[in-house]
């Protein structure tokens, strides 16, 4: 889909309004719950720009990858620590790292209209049914190994952050 047309162009304006106010709150966030929040409101704006290229299959990983599992897992970490370790701290390189992301934006936007950008429409996509296939013939034990392993983590996580009475109160039963 190309971005002709006043649909397609407001709605990629209005995504990358959100998706970068999100982002900026992920940083700006003193509480990580918010920070994580915003993150998640961001992960749902690059998904929508792949909608925006007919990615729907990209998308919809991106939300059941970005928003469903790592986030979450993000939020179990959260949650799981000790309440005085949530809030972000007041740092002096806040300044530093303002002035470092305008002039990073500023190099970006000078790229961006510098470039001669050329279209070709020579790439064929495969289809969502042959995606599918792939995914689970060649890519199913990959798959398999990387859910056990975020299980893994998880349950670890779940372990370093337990008190020694609640050790001590699953060793008695």
């Given at each position: 889909?190309?971005?002709?047309?006043?649909?397609p162009a407001f709605a990629f304006w209005l995504l990358s309004a959100i998706t970068l106010i999100s982002a900026g709150g992920v940083m700006m966030a003193r509480n990580l719950l918010h920070a994580v929040l915003f993150l998640i409101v961001t992960f749902i704006g690059v998904a929508g720009?792949?909608?925006?290229?007919?990615?729907?299959?990209?998308a919809m990983a991106q939300v059941v990858i970005y928003v469903g599992a790592v986030a979450v897992l993000i939020l179990f970490a959260i949650l799981l620590t000790p309440r005085s370790a949530r809030d972000n701290s007041e740092t002096v390189w806040g300044a530093p790292a303002a002035l470092l992301s305008i002039a990073l934006a500023?190099?970006?936007?000078?790229v961006i209209h510098d470039t001669a950008w050329s279209e070709t429409n020579s790439f064929q996509a495969p289809s969502v049914?042959?995606?599918g296939r792939a995914l689970l013939s060649t890519w199913v034990l990959p798959f398999q190994l990387a859910s056990v392993l975020l299980t893994a983590a998880l349950i670890g996580a779940i372990m370093l952050v337990r008190s020694p009475e609640e050790e001590a109160e699953d060793a008695l039963s």
């Open positions: 889909m190309a971005l002709e047309g006043f649909g720009f792949f909608i925006l290229l007919s990615a729907e299959f990209i500023a190099v970006l936007i000078f049914e042959d995606l």
